[in-house]
């Protein structure tokens, strides 16, 4: 199985920086690399996939590279309504896992 | 618009059967390959289960698999997963989720990530 890692764990963060959010995964996932958003008692919801495709309507902030093992997710300038938990996803092969998450909070 | 709905969550004795529905609407159901998610209280996600457009495969993470069958009525518009033999750490919310995958001539395929999501059911096991 691949397991996937994020970091860090949480964050503390101001309105208007620069976020940056990584993922590592424990074998090469190429670009099957995907990334969801989450808010307290919301279903995830789908931001980037393939590594740095966004999924329609998501602000042009978000951003995501990398390839092999190692990625990022930055929001290049937080917004009040980015304040949520991260989480990546491997779609390279089942099991189709996730990172922990990355909990994104105001600091 | 594309909905998914769960239903059938609830309170459920350690060793016992429940069965969770996800009703779509707003799309092909039959068209798409579909997915169980879940996530304990305070947890992170974990992927269980996927199966595909027409019923026919099906994929299930080690720590379901041989208790858990995820299934799928095209007719009813309708995802189910049977839960047997559920235990503590089965305690969760249970989401249903939408494959971003696609159709061509030859069949439909998996993208193996989760475009729509629906609000979850809570699954307790507990005596």
């Known amino acids: 199985d691949i397991q996937m890692t994020q970091s860090p764990s949480s964050l503390s963060a101001s309105v208007g920086d620069r976020v940056t959010i990584t993922c590592r995964a424990s074998?090469?996932?190429?670009?099957?690399l995907n990334w969801y958003q989450q808010k307290p008692g919301r279903a995830p919801k789908l931001l980037i996939f393939?590594?740095?495709t966004l999924q329609t309507g998501v602000p042009s902030r978000f951003s995501g590279s990398g390839s092999g093992t190692d990625f990022t997710l930055t929001i290049s300038s937080l917004h009040p309504e980015d304040f949520a938990t991260y989480f990546c996803?491997?779609?390279?092969?089942?099991?189709?896992?996730f990172g922990q998450g990355t909990k994104v909070d105001i600091k | 618009e594309v909905q998914l709905v769960e239903s059938g969550g609830g309170l459920v004795q350690p060793g016992g059967p429940l069965r969770l529905s996800c009703a779509a609407s707003?799309?092909?159901?039959?068209?798409?390959?579909m997915h169980w998610v879940r996530q304990a209280p305070g947890e992170g996600l974990v992927w269980l289960s996927r199966?595909?457009?027409?019923?026919?495969?099906?994929n299930y993470a080690d720590s379901v698999k041989g208790r858990f069958t995820i299934s799928r009525d095209n007719s009813k518009n309708t995802l189910y997963l049977q839960m047997n033999s559920l235990r503590a750490e089965d305690t969760a919310v249970y989401y249903c989720?939408?494959?971003?995958?696609?159709?061509?001539?030859?069949?439909?395929?998996?993208?193996?990530?989760?475009?729509?999501w629906g609000q979850g059911a809570l699954v307790t096991v507990s005596s």
């Open positions: 996803q491997q779609s390279h092969s089942a099991p189709f896992n």
């Open positions: 393939g590594v740095s």
């Open positions: 707003g799309f092909t159901f039959s068209k798409y390959y």
């Open positions: 989720a939408r494959d971003q995958g696609y159709c061509l001539g030859s069949g439909c395929y998996s993208e193996d990530y989760f475009d729509y």
């Open positions: 074998q090469s996932i190429t670009k099957y």
């Open positions: 199966i595909s457009s027409d019923g026919n495969s099906t």
